[in-house]
């Protein structure tokens, strides 16, 4: 069952091996985009016998948010007929479930038909930076959770035509033969804030990449907050996360916000239950 993973990286050499610690288990191909990384990455990249490197091209050239929404849409797309699932993604996303190995979930839903597998977001945090050893989802489990990044990372490229991504995947639209998951178990782990000076550090760093119109267009503006405005917002971290790792939590009945995909299904099911 062959998965492929798409994404962009510029200098995350020190999130690499969380990374593919993370996805190696059931991702047979990944297809990088670097945007012209200086600090080792591509290095790590080219030691991964399952990387293909190809350069991030800004078809927007006053824009990385539209260059980059505009690779989500399409570049997936050469693996119908060659994948049974494809994965859109950052490099500090991690996509989980708690009670089931990822491959084993994407057999069953491969079986009941699903092709499009939505995520619901957290959050994660820790203060410190995580020892280069670890693997995220079982020793950083602190997470709050949050609505935009109940994302569309994982579908099925043969049956999805076009994922109808809007800026940063934080809302999709897509097209083709769509199923959903009865229930959203999968987990989407967002791993920005590991490390308080390294996410200030981080930030500071990608604001610089924003172009004119991601600047005009108020895109990247998370990456523009003061210091003390980046304080008060992990502060309000602290008090909100909870374990992810807790046996009584179940995400699919208590995780807030809303979920785009979930009524145009109920909608369907009730249509298709009438016959």
């Not at 089931?100 to 619901?120: E, F, K, M, S």
């Not at 579908?155 to 959203?184: C, M, Q």
């Not at 804030?193 to 503006?221: H, N």
């Amino acid at each position: 069952m062959p998965v492929h993973l798409y994404t962009v990286t510029w200098n995350e050499a020190d999130m690499l091996g969380f990374f593919f610690r993370h996805y190696d288990p059931w991702v047979d191909r990944y297809v990088i985009h670097d945007n012209g990384s200086t600090d080792g990455t591509l290095d790590l990249l080219r030691a991964h016998p399952r990387v293909e490197i190809r350069r991030f091209e800004r078809v927007h050239a006053d824009s990385f948010v539209l260059s980059h929404t505009r690779l989500q849409n399409h570049v997936w797309k050469e693996s119908a007929r060659t994948a049974d699932w494809v994965v859109i993604t950052a490099i500090d996303e991690h996509l989980h479930l708690p009670d089931q190995p990822v491959q084993d979930y994407l057999q069953d839903c491969t079986r009941q038909g699903v092709t499009c597998i939505p995520a619901l977001g957290y959050q994660m945090y820790s203060r410190e930076m995580a020892d280069p050893g670890e693997r995220l989802c079982e020793t950083r489990t602190m997470g709050m959770p949050f609505e935009p990044f109940n994302k569309l990372s994982l579908f099925n490229p043969s049956a999805v035509s076009a994922t109808g991504y809007e800026v940063g995947r934080h809302l999709a639209k897509p097209s083709g033969r769509i199923r959903w998951p009865e229930r959203d178990r999968l987990l989407l782990l967002h791993y920005k804030c590991i490390g308080y000076e390294r996410s200030w550090q981080r930030d500071y760093f990608l604001k610089s990449g924003l172009g004119p119109t991601d600047l005009a267009r108020g895109y990247g503006m998370h990456y523009q907050r003061s210091a003390a405005e980046f304080r008060k917002i992990w502060e309000e971290y602290e008090r909100r996360v909870e374990d992810i790792a807790r046996p009584d939590l179940h995400p699919w009945r208590t995780h807030p916000g809303r979920r785009p995909w979930r009524s145009a299904w109920w909608h369907w099911r009730r249509r298709f239950a009438r016959g």
